[in-house]
């Protein structure tokens, strides 16, 4: 690697750290109702949404109960986008005459947007209008966002509160998420990105006659507004089909370090709010080591191996892309604004972060850079994760983690002063196995049936690993693709809906359970046989339970894709 790869991971990883605290410090204070500086403008709002809607921000919910209202919500928002996507033709705002779109591409679209996930089957500029992309998608992406940060708020009170029968309100969570965090961020977002170029209409598609004498049509939109919450709710829906790589949405590579910081913010920021709302701010940063470790090790490895570039086209003499400081990597799929380096750092923060937005093509990276982007996902999107989805998925094999300590120890694991018995394990292990099963489930289905292998752009491991990459990233919510994959059938519209939603709804309830039962257990002081949740053998240990349980569950259908795909390479043979 060169030294000016190394540094912009490091600088990019610098800003995200200096992030932290005060967006963390920020959140703790939101959602435990003390002052912020946007009390006096959002205070009056929020009341009057509690007025209108008839909620009672006092109500403190059991974890059914909360449960429930977040399904319910959802389901509502799943059901409203639906219904706006198969009557766009009567709604306003269509200037380019779209028509309905069909029953089973609706249907994927509304799970996609309703779950954070994102997952596009469809060229947003030729298939939805202006009123799709704006009310239906961008509410979704606010919607789903905020319900990712209600859920890691509710697990962090879990561990909080000593005796308690609830875990909070959903409501309010969702409501203080929306607007205290998520409004005020996405609006600045939005004006930055409009004053460096990205557009902000409602215009109609333009045609315009190139210097050949061909007709192109540029199309036009509220991009700018999406483009904003699509970051930083790591949603990851584009409003192009080339999504960030398109210079509507990304023009510079100054927007680009600016999208790649957004995606990471929250998620590392809620490490932050964890330590300061547990009374252990030193557990909340063992976390984030633990998060950083692992980004880190990833965002390495994929920049070398693109930067490495592909060694059949070397032993032909084929030209290859100067990368920064040489030459020789791969700049199939990537935009010449960005390089080999902000291409492989974007590709490993949004495949960490459950985001699914992209500005490369990550079907074209060298096989180990896909194993990388592919193992991101298969951790269960831990590595700061979506907002919220990272730290309620963290806190599955923090679980595990302290188990597993007590058993070395012989003694009943405490977390935080929680005992962990035999209920959270359980719970724990369910929540695993909900990723596991929807992710080797469907993919085997998909390799075995005539309509699943029909969807391959590429044939032997390449082709594997695009079906294996599909199901991944729907049930991780993370919405990226190996783009080769043609997914726009029956058979992937169906198929990947039913994946992003056990990916969300499954794998929460036995999450939201666990908070439940952690809230009315007692606090126990610390003995002379407590593991320590605060330090280095924490975080390391709490690393390697990511990537055992990762290894163990994935190792072998990885093998098959990606690792069998780079030691063909190494023969000459590619895919």
Known sequence: MTVLAISKILVFFGVVLALTPPLGAFMKRVFSREKTFLDPVLLPAENLIYRVTGIDPDEDQSWKTWTIAMLAVNTAGLVALYVIQRLQAFLPLNPNGFGAVAPDLAWNTAVSFTTNTNWQSFSGESTLSHFTQMVGLAFQNFLSAATGIAVAVAVIRGLAREKAKGIGNFFVDCTRALLWVLLPVSLLAALFFVSRGVVQNFQKDVTITTVEGAGQKIAQGPVASQEAIKMFGTNGGGFFNANSAHPYENPTPGTNFVQTVLIFAIGAALTRTLGLMTGSPRHGWAVFSAMALLFLSGAFAAAWAEQAGNPVHQKLGVASAPTEGGTGGNMEGKEVRFGITDSALFATVTTDASCGAVN????????????????????????????????????????????????????????????????????????????????????????????????????????????????????????????????????????????????????????????????????????????????????????????????????????????????????????
């Open 360 to 575: 490369s093509m990550h079907d074209s990276f060298t096989p180990l850079g896909g194993l990388v982007l592919l193992a991101n996902m298969a951790t269960g999107e831990v590595i700061f994760g979506g907002v919220g989805a990272g730290l309620y998925g963290i806190f599955i094999f923090i679980v595990l983690t302290v188990f597993i300590a007590g058993l070395m120890v012989g003694r009943t694991p405490e977390y935080l002063g929680k005992k962990i018995e035999a209920h959270e394990v359980k719970l724990a292990m369910l929540s695993v196995l909900v990723l596991t099963v929807a992710i080797l489930g469907f993919t085997a289905l998909a390799a075995v049936t005539k309509a699943g292998l029909a969807g391959l752009n590429n044939k032997g491991p390449h082709g594997f690993s695009e079906m294996l990459y599909a199901y991944t990233s729907g049930a991780g919510n993370n919405g990226s693709a190996f783009a080769g994959l043609s997914a726009n059938t029956l058979f992937y519209n169906l198929t990947l809906g039913i994946d992003m939603f056990l990916g969300r709804y499954f794998m929460l309830i036995p999450i939201l359970a666990i908070a439940g039962s952690l809230a009315g257990k007692r606090k126990l002081p610390a003995s002379a046989g407590t593991f320590p949740v605060t330090g280095p053998v924490f975080t390391v240990l709490l690393v390697s339970i990511v990537l055992i349980v990762g290894a163990l569950t994935f190792f072998p259908a990885f093998s098959l894709g990606p690792v069998v795909e780079h030691l063909l390479m190494s023969e000459g043979q590619l895919f």
